[in-house]
Structure formats: C-alpha cells, structure tokens
C-alpha cells in the first residue's frame, strides 16, 4: 500500500483510483488538474493538504484509517466535509439509485412479490438513512459546533446516546438489502438493469461506510471532549 502523498500529482489519484472522484468533488476539486501536485491544488483551493490526504487515503485505501492524525484536525474542518458528502448522497446517489430501481422494476412483467419487495424494504431504507442524516444536520453538527466554543452550553446528549449503533443498524439494513438482491431474487427482471442497481447499491455502500467511520470514530471522540469540560 503507498499512500498517496503532497508530491503526488492529482491526475494519479483519479487514474488509479477513480471512484475517489466524489470525495474530490467535496473539495471542490474537478478533472482538468493538469500536471499539478496534491500540494498545489490544495494551495489554490485554501484546503488543508494533511487533512485532504487523510480523507482521500482512507477512502482510496480501504485497510487505511489514520485515526490519530484525524483527531487532530479541527471538528469545524470534519462537519463541512461531512456536510457536502450528505449532500452528495441526498441529491445525487439516491436519485441515481431510485431511477435505477424504477427501471429495474418496469422491466420485469411478473406479478411476483419479490421485484415489489424489493422496493418496500429499499424505500424503508432509504427513508431511515436521510432522516439520520436529517436529523445530524439540523442538531447534531450544531450542537456540537456551538460547544466548541461554548462548553458550559453541553447537555451530554453525545454521551447519553449510541449513535455509533444507529449507523450499524442502518448498515445492517443495507446488507439485509443486498441479500434480498443476492440470494432471493426470483422473478423476470433485465439483467444489465440488475446490475447496474446492484453496482450502483454496493459502490454507495463502501462511501457511507467509510462516511460513518469518520463519525463514529473522530467527531464523535472529539465532541464528547467537549462534553466532559
């Protein structure tokens, strides 16, 4: 595993690792690079190199997660970037992944349940993933920007609360997905449509891993410091 970094040109990351493009776009990074470094693109976009490569390594590198580095960086740093990708998922990839589904469904003549129920169990999934995020954006990530600077103002809601364990259930449910897909699919459906949902549904699932590793195991450590003031 080498790591990618300042001295790497960008153009290497979306060669070799072109799913990591999404992530790229959270820094407001785009093709069209050029011959530039990760240094240099990180100088012009205001973006903390270290803080890029951490982000981009760990998702490039799937047995790679710099926890002490990221628990360096300043929360305010994480939440934006925890921002955009909910934002990304909200208004891009669920879009992506329901017309793909839609497609998939009107491409099948069968009246069996199993096509049909797979959409039921798909959009309880979906609807319990955008209300977590929801629900993050609208108190979490406030709560937890306002006692950075006002610690007195904690109420211990991060303490008194599994939200590492919400994220496991939603997993869960993703998975239980999968296997409805995987193993108890039996009706007539397009092929390449079924692939398509399936790949769309599993590249998603890596992102919103990764997503909750950084939660679970750098914002969440650092908010609940805060708590304890």
Same mark, same amino acid.
Do not use: C, W
């Given at each position: 595993?080498?790591?990618?970094?300042?001295?790497?040109?960008?153009?290497?990351?979306?060669?070799?690792?072109?799913?990591?493009?999404?992530?790229?776009?959270?820094?407001?990074?785009?093709? /069209?690079?050029?011959?530039?470094?990760i240094e240099e693109i990180c100088? +012009?976009?205001?973006?903390?190199?270290?803080?890029? %490569?951490? !982000?981009?390594?760990?998702?490039?590198?799937?047995?790679?997660?710099?926890?002490?580095?990221?628990?360096?960086?300043?929360?305010?740093?994480?939440?934006?970037?925890?921002k955009k990708t909910h934002a990304y998922y909200r208004n891009y990839v669920i879009p992506s992944i329901d017309a793909s589904l839609t497609k998939l469904i009107a491409s099948s003549n069968?009246?069996?349940?199993?096509?049909?129920?797979?959409?039921?169990?798909?959009? /309880?999934?979906?609807?319990?993933?955008?209300?977590?995020?929801?629900? +993050?954006?609208?108190?979490?990530?406030?709560?937890? %920007?306002? !006692?950075?600077?006002?610690?007195?103002?904690?109420?211990?809601r991060l303490?008194?609360?599994?939200?590492?364990?919400?994220?496991h259930h939603i997993e869960n449910k993703i998975e239980d997905l999968k296997n409805l897909l995987l193993k108890y699919m039996d009706t007539d459906y397009d092929d390449n449509l079924y692939n398509d949902f399936i790949f769309k549904l599993f590249m998603f699932e890596k992102d919103a891993k990764d997503h909750a590793r950084i939660e679970d195991a750098i914002l969440l450590p650092i908010a609940r410091t805060f708590e304890r003031i």
């Open positions: 595993m080498k790591l990618y970094t300042k001295e790497n040109k960008v153009i290497s990351i979306l060669r070799n690792h072109n799913y990591v493009l999404p992530v790229l776009n959270r820094f407001d990074i785009r093709p /069209g690079v050029h011959d530039k470094t100088s +012009e976009k205001q973006i903390v190199v270290n803080f890029f %490569l951490a !982000i981009v390594n760990t998702y490039a590198y799937p047995q790679y997660f710099p926890k002490q580095e990221l628990l360096s960086f300043s929360p305010v740093l994480i939440i934006d970037y925890l069968s009246q069996k349940s199993d096509i049909h129920l797979l959409k039921t169990f798909y959009e /309880g999934y979906k609807k319990e993933f955008l209300a977590h995020n929801e629900n +993050e954006e609208r108190h979490i990530f406030p709560y937890i %920007l306002n !006692i950075l600077d006002n610690p007195h103002e904690s109420d211990g303490a008194s609360k599994n939200y590492e364990h919400e994220h």
